[in-house]
C-alpha cells in the first residue's frame, strides 16, 4: 500500500456511499491517484428501496445482493467491515469496531483509520418520537437484518397459524404511510395470496388484516393530495384498511393505542413514520446539525465545520437553494449527490474552486406489488399502473448500472428477469 497516496475514506454503503466508492475506484483508485476506502457495518450491499420487498418474502435478498470484497477488487478500492463508532477531527482518525459475525472467533476491539478525505454516507434511521412501546414491540425496515427478521416472523406467523387448529385473524399494522409504508402494505398484499398458493391454505386470505395507520389527514404527504388519493383508493380497493389522522400514543405487544383513546389489535407491527440520524451522529461533536440530527453541509456537500468532511444522501442536511427546504432523505438525492462528489473530489484534491451541488428532481414513483406503481415524473406528470412499474424498475437498473456498470447489469436484468419466472413467488425458509 502506497502511504503516500491521498486517502479518501467513505463511511457507509448505501446507494450513495458504494456509488461514489465506484466512480472514484474506477477513476483515482485505478490510477493510483488516491487511495478510495469503503467502510460499511456488513459483508455485501442491498439497494434500501427492495428492503420492503425482502421483508414481505417477495424477493430473495441472496439474488441481489453485492458483496463489498469482491465488488472492491473489481472497482479498485479497499473494503473495510467495520461500525462507524466516532471521529477525531484533529488527527484525521475514524474510529470504527468489528460488527460480530461469528461466536467463536469474534474478538471485540477497535480501529482507528486515518483519512485525509472523509465522505459520511450513514444514511437514516427510523424516527419513533419517542413513542411509548415502539422500541420494544415494533418491527423497523433501516436494514437488510431488520427486513430478514421481519420476514421469517411473518412467515412463522403464518405456520403457527396452518398448523392451529382453530382458524383466526391475523392482523399486521404498519404505522406511517410514507413510501416505505405504503410499499410495504401493498406487498403484503401479495404475499397473503402466495402463501395461500404454496400451502398454507389453511389461512383464509380474507382472515389476514393489513392496516395502514398515519397520523396526518392523507397519506404520501410527500406527493400531490391527487396521488394520496389515487393511492389510497388503489389500496383500499386491495384490501388494505386505512388509517388517517390517528396518532399512535402507545404501542404494545399485541396492540396499538392511540391519542383518542382508541385501540386496534396487531400481532406484528411495523415502525415506518418518519428518520433521523443515526445515533453515533448525536454523539460528534464540533459538527452543526438539524433537529434530526443530520450533519448541516454547504452545496459543495462539504460540512460547515470542516472542508475535508463530506456528507450525502440521508445522514446530509442539504439546502442548496436557500428558498426552497431541505433536500428529503431519497435514493435519487443520494445517488445524485455520489455522482456530484465523482467529479468534484479530484476538484477538490487539485485545489480548485469547488463546484456547486444542484439537484433535479426525476419525480417519486411508489410501488403497489409486483404488477402496479404510482408516481408523478417532472414534478406534475401523473403516471400509474404496469408503466408506473416499468419505470420504478428501471430506477433499480440505473443504481445497478452505476456500481456494475452496463454490461453486467444487463446480464443481471436478463438473470432476474428468468429467475423471477421461474422461482417460487414467496419465500418459503
Not at 115 to 125: F, K
Not at 204 to 220: C, G, H, W, Y
Not at 368 to 375: V, Y
Request: glycine share 8%; proline share 4%; net charge neutral.
Amino acid at each position: 500500500m502506497n502511504n503516500e497516496l491521498h486517502r479518501i475514506v467513505i463511511v457507509g454503503g448505501g446507494a450513495g456511499g458504494l456509488e461514489l466508492a465506484t466512480q472514484l475506484g474506477n477513476t483515482l483508485g485505478k490510477h493510483k491517484k488516491a487511495q478510495i476506502t469503503l467502510i460499511d457495518r456488513s459483508l455485501s450491499h442491498i439497494w434500501k428501496p427492495l428492503l420492503h420487498e425482502i421483508a414481505a418474502g417477495t424477493l430473495n435478498p441472496h439474488s441481489e445482493e453485492t458483496n463489498y470484497f469482491a465488488h472492491a477488487k473489481k472497482h479498485h478500492y479497499q473494503f473495510i467491515l467495520g461500525q462507524f463508532e466516532g471521529l477525531d477531527k484533529s488527527t484525521k482518525n475514524i474510529k470504527i469496531s468489528t460488527p460480530q459475525l461469528s461466536e467463536k472467533y469474534y474478538h471485540e476491539g477497535f480501529t482507528d483509520i486515518h483519512y485525509d478525505t472523509l465522505v459520511l454516507a450513514i444514511g437514516s434511521r427510523c424516527n419513533d418520537f419517542n413513542t411509548k412501546g415502539v422500541r420494544d414491540n415494533c418491527y423497523f425496515l433501516d436494514n437488510r437484518e431488520q427486513a430478514d427478521v421481519f420476514q421469517q416472523d411473518l412467515f412463522h406467523l403464518y405456520l403457527n397459524a396452518q398448523n392451529s387448529p382453530e382458524k383466526r385473524m391475523l392482523n399486521i399494522a404498519i404505522i406511517g404511510a410514507g413510501a416505505t409504508g405504503v410499499e410495504l402494505s401493498a406487498e403484503l398484499i401479495d404475499a397473503k395470496e402466495n402463501f395461500n398458493q404454496y400451502g398454507l391454505d389453511h389461512i383464509d386470505p380474507k382472515s389476514v388484516k393489513i392496516t395502514l395507520i398515519e397520523a396526518t389527514n392523507r397519506i404520501l404527504p410527500v406527493l400531490s393530495a391527487s396521488i394520496s388519493a389515487q393511492t389510497q383508493k388503489t389500496l383500499e380497493k386491495m384490501g388494505i384498511d386505512v388509517l388517517t389522522e390517528h396518532k399512535v400514543s402507545e404501542v404494545t405487544k399485541d396492540s396499538i393505542q392511540f391519542a383518542d383513546g382508541k385501540t386496534i389489535p396487531a400481532d406484528m407491527i411495523v415502525w415506518a413514520a418518519g428518520v433521523k440520524a443515526p445515533p453515533v451522529l448525536e454523539l460528534l461533536e464540533g459538527f452543526e446539525k438539524d433537529r434530526i440530527n443530520r450533519l448541516k453541509v454547504y452545496a459543495t456537500l462539504q460540512t460547515l465545520s470542516e472542508p475535508s468532511i463530506f456528507a450525502l444522501g440521508d445522514c446530509a442536511h442539504c439546502q442548496p437553494d436557500a428558498h426552497e427546504p431541505p433536500l428529503a432523505p431519497r435514493a435519487q438525492v443520494a445517488s445524485q449527490q455520489a455522482s456530484f462528489l465523482a467529479e468534484a473530489i479530484p476538484v477538490y484534491l487539485r485545489g480548485g474552486s469547488m463546484p456547486m451541488f444542484s439537484f433535479t428532481d426525476k419525480g417519486s414513483l411508489v410501488s403497489l406489488s409486483r404488477n402496479k406503481a404510482i408516481g408523478e415524473i417532472l414534478g406534475q406528470v401523473k403516471v400509474h399502473g404496469a408503466l408506473a412499474r416499468s419505470m420504478y424498475a428501471s430506477l433499480y437498473r440505473i443504481h445497478q448500472t452505476h456500481i456494475h456498470g452496463y454490461t453486467q447489469a444487463g446480464l443481471m436484468m436478463t438473470k432476474d428477469f428468468v429467475t423471477r419466472r421461474v422461482g417460487p413467488k414467496i419465500k418459503l425458509y
